[in-house]
């Protein structure tokens, strides 16, 4: 019989509501130190250097709820060494065991918890433990088994359901994240090692892992920290310094090439992206990204010929990239090849309702497909919306001299001469005023009265001699030459 001023006594009080404290499920508060736990921690040690148990236990037990159970485990041995008989304490650690997954460990101490004579619910939970424990070696054994025959996916199944039990076992949550790479889910196996790598101490192949499976999922950048932690661990790693060189360099390459699209270097940076894909020819995921980026430097450097073959290039591979199908409608307005930019906004808005930049361009291309419909000043002169203006002037020139009106003796010759040198002015006049050019490229024109907000005439109404007097050679002054009408 317990005396009732027993430290025992004072346990079992208490036990009640410390097994609550171990029964909260690992969610990765191993993972950084946490002043508070370290408080609990060092104020259980002096508890018990002091000799006082069941206050030092209690203290360990705070410490595991906030979850420090490897730094609480060591100290709850001290205490059942001090007192073998202290059942409170050893299932206190048998839980701890078990959710490490050392089952042997763990049903040594509930099966002591029965020989040393428990109270009745000590007893009830010893004996639930152990039936629990049973089920975990079963289960392994058969995750194991199921691993080793190729059957991954009945091994992750298993191992699903003794981690729901060992959550803390760093070497089940290795080989399921092993069982979801083989079944080609990377992302989870990384959620698996990240956890193993806390667990375990000095766990470099985890983070070798994790660092490798970001770079083959394309993200050179968390793949250079992770690879970093392994040789914080051991910088004589192999694996890793060998693979550290090669995300290095990758990631310096990208970086560069990034910062040469800000600059709107975009020859030097399509350069870099070649380089991306030389040095990394193996990984898909490379290729498609730099080819995304040049795409990208094509479009915003006005190419549009190599901008739509790259472009067309990414999305032959990923058919709802919003980022090349934005490029390539760019491209696609430079060539006036209208329609086919409106369908690509359209598509690109489909996967992106929000993208501002998607519903301007969108709206861009559809007043211009409308405004080419009507009179197109570029088509008049014959350039490109990219030309110059030096090329704008040179082809106004050349079509002014052809369309003279005075080249034309035949009078229906010399009406339809008149209106092309008419369009012909009026191109001339909104293309080389960097304003207008800007307005009509936005699919206004700004000679249009109905593009315009209040009165204005229409120019391509404009009688003949209004233009007489218009020097096609200079930028104003009178006309060298005089016209004659019959």
Known sequence: MVAPGSVTSRLGSVFPFLLVLVDLQYEGAECGVNADVEKHLELGKKLLAAGQLADALSQFHAAVAMGKSKAALPDLTKVIQLKMDFTAARLQRGHLLLKQGKLDEAEDDFKKVLKSNPSENEEKEAQSQLIKSDEM????????????????????????????????????????????????EPRKAISDLKAASKLKNDNTEAFYKISTLYYQLGDHELSLSEVRECLKLDQDHKRCFAHYKQVKKLNKLIESAEELIRDGRYTDATSKYESVMKTEPSIAEYTVRSKERICHCFSKDEKPVEAIR?????????????????????????????DEAIQDYETAQEH?????????????????????????????????????????????????????????????EKKKAEKKF????????????????????????????????????????????????FNPFSSGGPFRFKFHFN
């Open 137 to 184: 070696q079963r289960l392994r054994s058969q995750a194991l088994n199921a691993f080793g025959s190729g059957d991954y996916t009945a091994a992750i199944a298993f191992l699903d359901k003794i981690l729901e039990v060992c959550v803390w076992d760093a070497e089940l949550r290795e080989l399921r994240a092993e069982c979801f790479i083989k079944e080609g």
């Open 310 to 338: 790259v472009c067309s290039e990414v999305l032959q591979m990923e058919p709802d990239n919003v980022n090349a199908l934005k490029d390539r409608a760019e491209a696609y307005l430079i060539e006036e090849m209208y």
């Open 352 to 412: 992106n309702e929000n993208d501002q930049q998607i519903r301007e361009g969108l709206e861009k291309a559809q007043r211009l497909l409308k405004q080419s419909q009507k009179r197109d000043y570029y088509k008049i002169l014959g350039v490109k919306r990219n030309a110059k203006k030096q090329e704008i002037i040179k082809a106004y020139r050349k079509l002014a001299l052809q369309w003279h009106p005075d080249n034309f003796q035949n009078e229906e």
């Open 422 to 469: 008419i369009d012909i002015a009026a191109a001339k006049e909104v293309l080389s005023d960097p304003e207008m050019r800007k307005k009509f490229d936005d699919g206004e024109d700004p000679l249009d009265a109905e593009s315009q907000q209040g009165g204005g005439g229409n120019p391509f109404h404009r009688s003949w001699n209004s233009w007489q007097g």
